[in-house]
């Protein structure tokens, strides 16, 4: 067995347990979201929960939009304090709040936050940050140091404190105060245990994040978008692959909105092809986890719990109503259960369908249009130069001609999931093999609907 499995497995255990938590965070949002939509649009009753004047009204919306698709911050405070107990908490909801708010180095509002990642990005997609792959890495290294410094503060005390002992007895404090030197040594627990170590985690996490992730990604975006918006005007089908392998990598991170930024430079030049791509790619994100979970359900290997099927098939969902970008929302989860063999299926699924729209040459041409939906008169290209915040720039794939964009778009979106699935099925199946091997496997066996009902009878029975 390795000598680190008990710590591989015990933190693959909270990871899970995590994801199962930022299902609930999600669903809340995207259900609340879903009654303000009816109240509201249906039923036209306005000014709910506080909301006392018509430009309060999207506020709403905007805090429960944050809890379905900017969960990363969740996702922080839940995964260190899991980790780390509560000397975590505090450190990973710091960390994670700062990084949300401070893209590309400039001060940014909570609203900006938000469609700095899924509405009409900052800057078309420069003012993002790190990505829900960044949120991660920065969880995971700050609740591991804040346990490993807890541990060996601990020890430390033990070794000093007998160190000290023999000048405390010269100096007759021992005697007299009835004090040892570990004893002494505890009177700064408080200070070290709640001040020096967390604070000292949360400053080297955050140097590992800033200079290890977001400066190095974010200069190598600015490249790939340039070299992505040079490679379009002779390669079409190669430029679709590596937008679709960017997405794949990390959806929402700098180098899928790198992506995201070359397409909008050749829409506001009045062609539509690399957005019809990339819009494509980003809902192909959401179907790969539904096909793999199909996959092993089938196969009955390898192992999947309730909460890996519960995420796989919320994003699916979303994909049949209004704001289609809830597709990926959940599949984000899905990937940090098992990164190693859900991010290449995720890029082999978005790559192959880049590819593929590429070649076919399909575009959609209602990008370029008025979108009926806002009655407002303004076509696409404006709407995401003044920075409509609940503008989804998927919406047009539900819209143009049948026959040669819709109906095509809908089979290589389901035929890009079902390549992304199976790449993640034989991933996984090889990986649980080495796991095993190795003593580091742990078999999923959450659910947490279940649990909330067990919940909700305990409570009765109170």
């Known amino acids: 067995m390795h000598k680190l499995a008990p710590l591989i497995k015990d933190t693959r255990a909270k990871i899970y347990r995590t994801t199962a938590i930022l299902f609930l965070v999600q669903l809340f949002g995207a259900l609340g979201a879903g009654f303000f939509f009816v109240v509201q649009n249906i039923l036209g009753v306005q000014h709910m929960l506080g909301a006392l004047e018509p430009a309060n009204e999207r506020i709403l919306w905007f805090i429960l939009f944050w809890g379905t698709d900017f969960f990363m911050i969740s996702l922080s405070a839940v995964l260190c304090y899991l980790i780390a107990g509560l000397p975590g908490l505090a450190p990973g909801l710091a960390l994670s709040v700062y990084f949300a708010h401070f893209a590309s180095g400039t001060p940014i509002h909570a609203q900006e936050g938000y469609f700095a990642f899924f509405a009409a990005p900052l800057n078309n997609g420069g003012g993002v940050n790190i990505g829900y792959l960044g949120y991660f890495v920065m969880a995971l290294f700050c609740a591991l140091l804040i346990k490993f410094l807890y541990a060996g503060w601990h020890n430390a005390k033990i070794s000093l404190g007998k160190k000290l002992d023999q000048p405390l007895q010269k100096l007759g404090l021992a005697k007299k105060l009835n004090l040892t030197g570990e004893q002494l040594l505890e009177q700064v627990d408080l200070i070290v ?6 604070v000292a985690s949360a400053a080297l996490t955050f140097l590992l994040v800033r200079y290890g992730i977001q400066k190095p990604f974010g200069a190598l975006g600015v490249w790939a978008q340039e070299a992505l918006s040079s490679l379009a005007r002779s390669h079409i089908p190669l430029t679709g692959l590596l937008m679709g392998l960017m997405v794949g990598f990390d959806v929402i991170g700098p180098l899928s909105m790198a992506a995201f930024g070359a397409a909008c430079a050749a829409f ?32 009955r290997r390898p192992a999947l719990d309730n909460d890996d099927f519960n995420l796989a098939v919320s994003g699916p969902i979303n994909a049949f109503f209004e704001n289609v970008k809830l597709t990926v929302a959940f599949s984000m989860p899905f990937a940090l259960r098992s990164p190693l063999s859900v991010i290449p299926g995720l890029m082999a699924g978005c790559g192959f369908t880049g590819l593929v729209t590429a070649a076919a040459g399909i575009v959609n041409t209602s990008y370029l249009t008025e979108l009926p ?41 389901l035929a890009g999931g079902l390549v992304g699935g199976l790449v993640m099925f034989l991933l996984r199946s090889f990986q649980v093999k080495g796991q095993l091997r190795r003593g580091t496997y742990v078999e999923p066996t959450g659910d947490i609907v279940l649990e909330m009902r067990g919940l909700a009878k305990k409570f009765a029975q109170r």
Do not use: H, N, Q
């Open 193 to 198: 245990l709640v001040l020096i170590i967390p």
């Open 373 to 413: 939906k806002y009655g407002t008169g303004m076509t696409m290209t404006e709407l995401l130069r003044r920075g409509e915040i609940y503008l989804s720039f998927t919406l047009p794939l539900r819209s143009g001609d049948w026959l040669r964009c819709r109906l095509p778009l809908f089979f290589l979106i």
């Open 268 to 299: 506001y030049a009045g062609d539509a092809r690399l957005l019809t791509i990339y819009g494509a790619c980003f809902i192909a994100f959401g179907w790969c986890p539904l096909f793999m979970t199909l996959l092993a359900k089938l196969r």
